[in-house]
């Protein structure tokens, strides 16, 4: 979600710059089913142009007319959306509808923790009960001190007897890919399709343009040992794509002393354990905790043959292994398809009362 969130801020900040009216609708609880969990946004401008979703695509066009009486007085509201004659989901979801009106300051300075990749909360006041008042709202919190609402026209109190929905908003999920053949460029287009940031990390002396890998933040041109590793973190995968046994292995090399949440080698396993073999012979202080983030061959069993079908498989694998999921055929799984959101780790804390 922290990749949705960029969005919105940017397109706030277009329309803040064009005079243009904001307010924000957020799904902060939920009963049953539903397409999308709490902690989803939507920014709605005046001009009626939207920017993320609370659902599928069925849900935005109710929360665009409900939005309209909080352009009108200023005041948020909750929204509820039952959707078990409207909704293949059957859920029932409970919005938060609220002015959206940041400073330029603050605006900076949650762009400054998104590129610094540091974590901070933003927690949503509401109520089932209450339908709109000053209280409902939502806060960002860097630190217990440094802490700022949506607006200046709402009050949220985390003291109050309102429900809070508390979210953590952590680095954007980072895909580094070490190569640059056309495979690379196909892993790249999907990773950056599905909300990541890319980086490529190319040789020196061939040199590539950004605008070869569409979707790419930056061409890192570097040598192995001269890697800077600094960036990588546990919201950060890596694949290693050069076709080339010795670099991929001072690569690995060179990685080390990382803790990414995934590293991906191609070929066959045969290839895999002769790389793990010469890192381990090489570099006998390698961690067991490093190798364990090593999977080879990168993908899951899907069948892929082409590029673009390999690049989904490893994206599917990836998305697995930070989700901490065993890839089955969702008909095969019992109970409800999405682990009930009070479980999640990656981007929702918890929901207190």
């Not at 695509?57 to 509201?77: D, H, L, N, Y």
């Not at 080390?256 to 010469?278: F, N």
Request: aromatic residues 8%.
């Amino acid at each position: 979600m922290t990749h949705e969130f960029k969005e919105i801020l940017e397109s706030y900040q277009i329309a803040k710059q064009q005079g243009i009216t904001a307010v924000m609708a957020t799904v902060v609880d939920i009963e049953g089913s539903s397409y999308r969990r709490p902690g989803v946004g939507m920014l709605i401008l005046q001009n009626g142009k939207m920017t993320g979703a609370v659902s599928g695509g069925c849900v935005e066009k109710e929360v665009w007319r409900q939005a309209q009486s909080v352009f009108m007085t200023g005041i948020s509201k909750m929204m509820t959306y039952d959707g078990k004659y409207r909704l293949g989901c059957e859920g029932i979801l409970y919005i938060l509808i609220e002015p959206f009106d940041m400073s330029q300051d603050q605006i900076v300075s949650i762009q400054q923790y998104l590129v610094s990749r540091t974590s901070f909360e933003i927690e949503s006041c509401y109520s089932k009960n209450v339908y709109d008042h000053s209280d409902l709202g939502s806060i960002v919190k860097f630190t217990e001190t440094k802490v700022f609402s949506y607006s200046y026209r709402t009050s949220p109190n985390v003291n109050t007897d309102l429900s809070c929905f508390v979210r953590k908003i952590v680095p954007c999920f980072k895909l580094l890919i070490i190569g640059t053949e056309h495979d690379a460029i196909q892993l790249c287009q999907l990773a950056s399709a599905t909300g990541w940031e890319v980086d490529i990390v190319s040789s020196p002396k061939s040199p590539i343009q950004l605008d070869k890998f569409p979707g790419a933040q930056r061409v890192i041109e570097s040598l192995p040992e001269d890697l800077d590793i600094s960036f990588i973190d546990t919201q950060t995968a890596i694949v290693l794509m050069s076709h080339n046994f010795a670099k991929d292995l001072l690569y690995l090399q060179a990685l080390t002393e990382t803790c990414p949440a995934y590293i991906g080698l191609l070929g066959p396993s045969q290839r895999r354990e002769k790389l793990l073999s010469a890192l381990i012979e090489y570099f006998p202080e390698v961690t067991d905790s490093f190798l364990d983030t090593i999977h080879g061959p990168a993908g899951l069993n899907l069948g892929a043959e082409t590029p673009q079908e390999i690049a989904i498989s490893i994206i599917a694998e990836i998305l697995s292994v930070i989700r901490n999921q065993e890839p089955i055929s969702l008909q095969e799984k019992s109970g409800a398809i999405h682990d009930h959101y009070n479980k999640k780790t990656i981007n929702v804390i918890s929901t207190k009362t």
